[in-house]
């Protein structure tokens, strides 16, 4: 057997090159943009590859060449199951309302009339988001109808680009310890009002739409789950101080077996609907107790993030004791799959 590695110094490559060493796996590292990749994977069993939506070529090629690898019968991680609606809420959007999972209702609309119908009747506080962007950059609380016509304008004008400074830096400068590193954060800021980062200034400004969600009080925190195969792994994220996004503030926490059971249940169904190998599932609870799926993504920080979990949950919704090795039971699949495969 002989596995391709999508060659990075970030994500999961590391990891996946450990653990193929550990257990005797041949694999070689490649370079995805290789105008000759379908060739060059010829020789190997799978293709595996940490796909960033923050990568300019990732966004270009990675779910075209991922689909066209899996039509011809390569074993590949992710899988079209898994890409399809990665880095993409309004595709997210429909999947959960297809399926009926307890989402938030949320409306969509492609054009600047169809916004502002909406907000005459619309309730506040509401959540606005754009299709793209993570750790809760493009996220918007609006309080009034005013507020919202400001970012109907913009999104039915010269649109939004997909790097959010004020996300990405008031963040970073929020958590920043003395004075020393505060002006650190504010000369990375600075700089990157002159040089937005590739991915970002060869992208398209994102306009055309906007989603629009309800929003759901709550006590402060959010619950990603993250199931890979037949076991889940959970953590608990708190809020900003001031603000009301989770995601991406860094600030973790992890209930292990006492999580409610239901988002392990419900992370597995949506898995199970994806026909996916794994998935990572953003939840929160109301404050009356009801909980909500809110987004989903294969991909997730590769390191100090799940951890720090003590063990996860199976399907049947037992709760074990023991490491947390999400890339390697990645690659467990992915062997299995090759294995199955080569038995026909």
């Not at 750790?135 to 309080?143: E, G, H, L, P």
């Not at 860094?250 to 597995?268: K, M, Q, R, V």
């Amino acid at each position: 057997m002989k596995i391709a590695i999508e060659k990075s110094r970030s994500g999961f490559t590391e990891r996946w090159q450990a653990y193929c060493d550990k257990v005797g796996i041949e694999y070689g590292l490649v370079d995805a943009s290789n105008p000759d990749i379908v060739e060059v994977l010829a020789p190997f069993d799978a293709f595996v590859w940490h796909v960033s939506h923050e990568k300019r070529r990732d966004n270009l090629m990675a779910k075209e060449l991922l689909h066209a690898l899996h039509s011809a019968g390569k074993v590949v991680f992710p899988t079209p199951e898994q890409m399809w609606h990665f880095d993409d809420k309004i595709a997210q959007h429909y999947f959960f309302e297809a399926h009926h999972f307890p989402a938030p209702k949320s409306t969509v609309v492609y054009s600047k009339r169809q916004a502002l119908e909406f907000l005459k009747t619309a309730t506040f506080p509401s959540i606005v988001k754009l299709r793209r962007g993570s750790a809760s950059s493009n996220v918007f609380k609006i309080d009034s109808a005013e507020q919202g016509r400001k970012l109907v304008k913009k999104a039915f004008g010269k649109g939004f680009p997909l790097f959010n400074l004020k996300s990405r830096y008031g963040d970073k400068l929020e958590k920043s310890k003395n004075a020393l590193s505060k002006a650190v954060v504010l000369v990375q800021w600075a700089y990157r009002m002159w040089v937005p980062p590739a991915f970002s200034k060869e992208s398209p400004n994102e306009k055309g739409y906007l989603i629009f969600q309800q929003f759901i009080p709550n006590n402060g925190d959010d619950v990603r789950v993250v199931v890979v195969n037949d076991k889940a792994v959970a953590l608990r994220r708190k809020v900003r101080e001031d603000d009301f996004r989770a995601s991406g503030s860094g600030i973790l926490e992890f209930p292990n077996e006492a999580l409610d059971p239901t988002y392990i249940s419900l992370a597995f169904d949506v898995q199970k609907a994806l026909k996916a190998p794994s998935m990572g599932v953003d939840f929160i609870a109301s404050s009356q107790g009801n909980i909500h799926v809110i987004e989903m993504s294969y991909g997730f920080p590769s390191s100090n993030f799940l951890d720090g979990a003590s063990g996860y949950w199976t399907p049947d919704l037992t709760y074990h004791e023991g490491p947390i090795q999400l890339q390697e039971w990645m690659l467990d699949w992915v062997i299995d799959q090759v294995n199955k495969r080569k038995a026909q």
